[in-house]
């Protein structure tokens, strides 16, 4: 899953001012039915936030499968298994906890542990707390929508400009449409969906590949039982640079 991606470096005024610029033109916009829709979006996203669950994950890039995982999420620990395919048609496994303090991966029978912030948990996001990153992402929609049918209740965001976020080592900035989509079921979050079509940044080199589209789908279950205690092993495990 962990890619190296091309990153000069840049001025500090550059991105701050992308960052600023793409959340006033995005949600200072908002007709005022939508700015409500908004902060009823906000509202829910920090009260799931507080809760814990399975949730399952899918990346496709492409129409290709880059990653797919499982486990269990809560702000305060998390743990996932993560399968990545490999060309022989194989596949690659590992798995990932999170602490508040640390986290540690375990693969090949092997322990390592590594302290944030750490360019790892750049790769990771959003599996790292799939909540606050959405409400991150929503400062930048042009357009909200809500619709409610039955005991179900979806939320629509669409982006046009991103304030320069990688997305599992991709590059995202200008979009030709990209949407964030959160479904409801009763109440309680069924699925959060990123789907977009990427316009290449120029700061990609032109013989690195760049996707067209992509679908990045997780699922949520509410979890009521108790989380695994890591091995002692762990916290010996072989420090991560």
């Known amino acids: 899953m962990l890619m190296v991606t091309f990153r000069p470096v840049k001025n500090w005024l550059i991105p701050l001012l992308a960052i600023m610029i ?11 039915h939508q700015e409500f829709d908004y902060h009823q979006w906000i509202q829910r996203l920090n009260e799931f936030e507080q809760k814990s669950y399975q ?28 399968k990545t ?35 790892f948990m750049e790769e990771l996001s959003p599996l ?40 599992n080592g991709i590059l995202l900035k200008k979009q030709k449409e990209s949407s964030l989509t959160m479904v409801l079921e009763k109440g309680e979050i069924q699925s959060i969906i990123f789907e977009a079509t990427p316009l290449r940044p120029k700061e ?23 989380f695994p205690q890591l091995p002692k092993e762990a916290y010996l495990g072989e420090p991560i640079d």
């Open 204 to 226: 990609v080199p032109f013989l690195n590949s760049y996707p067209e589209k992509l679908n990045y789908h997780m699922d949520f279950t509410l979890y009521n039982g108790i």
């Open 85 to 119: 395919p490999v060309s022989d048609g194989s596949s690659f496994n590992f798995n990932v906890y999170l602490e508040k303090k640390q986290f540690f991966i375990f693969s090949g029978n092997e322990w390592k542990v590594g302290e944030y912030p750490h360019r």
């Open 22 to 32: 793409g959340s006033f033109v995005g949600f200072s916009f908002l007709p005022s």
């Open 55 to 82: 949730f399952e994950t899918n990346f496709v890039k492409d129409d290709t499968n880059v990653f797919e995982s499982r486990g269990l999420w809560s702000s305060k620990h998390s743990q996932l298994s993560i």
């Open 128 to 167: 790292d707390n799939p909540f606050n990153w959405s409400k991150e992402l929503l400062k930048n929609a042009y357009k909200i929508t809500r619709i409610k049918h039955g005991e179900q209740e979806t939320f629509k965001a669409f982006f046009h400009l991103l304030p320069e976020i990688e997305l």
